[in-house]
């Protein structure tokens, strides 16, 4: 049976899905799944579940400002705050492995993260930090920090919105260390699925290609390390095929301990 137990972990709301009669075994596999923009935990659930099934232990928390932590906020407000929630996700994520560490709850090997879009887009920032890190499931994001950040500031403006300039060098003063497109070296070999709809207004799908390509000509054991999925006809919204996808890739680059 699975389990699903909704759980505060560092102040942060998360889910614990896993096999009930495995779930107090330490060295199980362990996935952290980051959800995007305006979802929240909950709505993942789907792909936690087949995780499980195959052995896996999957968190899932509530970025800032969403699910359990939305509060008051406006809608606008967390618009402004996208940077503000990625770069926060990236800390916490660490905090929350450290604290899985330290309760025995993981032994902090065999650890995989995949994210949608905004939630992928973290990832990418993660892997730039966290050699702990072992492989990753990108669903519609994109590595491309500040290239991302310009057509957001766009989209802003054209709605009217006016964003000083003092403050939009301090946004990209934050997110450049981050940016592993100017930093490639960082992912060193590790085990990468990029999945991107063509059709996709929200993250533009060419950045995901371009990832591939600029990936590829120095990945040693490209495609088994290194892959990429375009599907045709598909906008901002995860295939069951990309589901299905992620789970075989986590269960043959993540050491499956036990079933």
Do not use: C
């Not at 996935?31 to 789907?46: C, D, I, R, W």
């Amino acid at each position: 049976m699975i389990t699903i137990k909704n759980e505060t972990i560092t102040q942060i709301p998360t889910l614990h899905v896993v096999k009930e009669e495995i779930q107090d075994q330490q060295e199980l596999p362990t996935v952290f799944f980051l959800h995007g923009f305006t979802s929240a935990k909950e709505h993942n659930l789907h792909v936690a579940y087949l995780l499980a099934e195959r052995g896996f232990r999957v968190f899932l928390p509530d970025a800032l400002h969403h699910g359990e932590r939305e509060k008051n906020i406006s809608a606008e407000q967390r618009n402004l705050s996208f940077w503000e929630i990625v770069l926060t996700s990236i800390k916490e994520l660490n905090m929350m492995k450290k604290t899985l560490e330290q309760q025995s709850v993981i032994n902090g090997e065999n650890i995989g993260v995949i994210g949608t879009s905004m939630g992928a887009i973290t990832m990418f920032g993660a892997l730039t930090q966290y050699r702990w890190i072992e492989t990753a499931v990108s669903f519609m994001g994109t590595a491309y920090y500040q290239r991302f950040a310009h057509g957001l500031l766009s989209t802003v403006e054209q709605r009217g919105l006016t964003i000083e300039d003092n403050l939009k060098e301090e946004m990209f003063k934050q997110i450049i260390p981050f940016d592993l497109s100017t930093q490639l070296h960082k992912i060193n070999g590790r085990p990468l699925l990029i999945w991107h709809g063509k059709e996709d207004e929200v993250v533009p799908y060419p950045l995901s290609e371009k990832l591939y390509e600029e990936l590829a000509a120095n990945y040693q054991d490209a495609p088994e390390h290194l892959q990429f999925l375009a599907e045709e006809k598909t906008g901002h919204k995860v295939s069951r095929r990309a589901v299905l996808h992620s789970v075989d890739w986590f269960d043959r680059h993540l050491r499956k301990v036990t079933s």
